[in-house]
């Protein structure tokens, strides 16, 4: 119930694609999505979140697709630039609660080649 | 503004030996968090203090591991005895003080990486 499984483990895209990572979860009472962007010997840093009041969000290169009845989310990452190259979290909290714990996905390392 | 500070940046020791990791989170933050990562995995958090009680500590294998946070700002995670499965990067993250229903964003240090031999 505390699981948020995150696809696929690594992607490659080439420079100017459009990489797509998607997430799914069971525990209905989350409600608070984040990405985090993880580059190596650093720590994860928020991209992007969204609320489940919202079907999608945008900023700038970065869009936050969520499907409520699914139970899935997903991230897009417009014109793909090699500097996008990093590790991709998914993670969900239950806001409501006041906790704040974050559950994360195991991750996706993206390579966005020249 | 400076980041969330962490220190050591690496260490190594024996199993059955004790290491302990420091943060010092963002000026102003009430809530400071510890996270393992395990090469592969996303973070899992192990304790969140508010100020300087313990909100969540339900993930902390207290038969090992300890964490303080002496006057609400600076925090300590220990670990007595390590054991080779500890081997992880330990990260800390802070944010302003949680409340129910606000979304407040988590600022991650750079994190101490581990390595049990």
């Known amino acids: ?106 991750g996706t390392r993206l390579l966005v080649s020249p | 503004e400076a980041g969330v500070a962490q220190s050591p940046r690496y260490k190594i020791i024996e199993k059955r030996q004790s ?19 395990i090469l592969g995995q996303g973070p899992k958090l192990l304790i969140q203090f508010q100020n300087n009680g313990v909100v969540d500590d339900s993930q902390l294998p207290k038969d090992r591991f300890s964490a303080e946070r002496l006057k609400g700002v600076d925090s300590t995670l220990k670990i007595q005895p390590a054991k080779l499965e500890d081997s992880a990067v330990y990260l800390c993250a802070s944010s302003l003080e949680v409340l129910a229903g606000r979304t407040d964003t988590q600022y991650f240090g750079p994190g101490t990486r581990l390595t049990v031999l």
């Open chain 1, 1 to 106: 119930q505390q699981q948020v499984k995150q696809s696929p483990q690594s992607l490659i895209v080439q420079k100017g694609g459009i990489s797509i990572i998607n997430c799914a979860y069971e525990n209905t009472a989350f409600d608070y999505f984040p990405w985090y962007q993880q580059f190596p010997g650093k720590g994860p840093a928020l991209l992007i979140a969204i609320r489940p009041d919202v079907s999608e969000k945008k900023e700038g290169r970065f869009t936050i697709s969520f499907n409520k009845s699914a139970k899935q989310f997903s991230l897009h990452i417009m014109d793909s630039q090699p500097g996008d190259s990093a590790t991709y979290f998914c993670a969900a909290s239950r806001v409501n609660t006041g906790f704040q714990k974050l559950v994360f996905g195991t």
């Open chain 2, 19 to 37: 290491v302990a990791f420091w943060c010092n989170p963002i000026s102003g933050h009430a809530t400071l968090y510890w996270y393992q990562q």
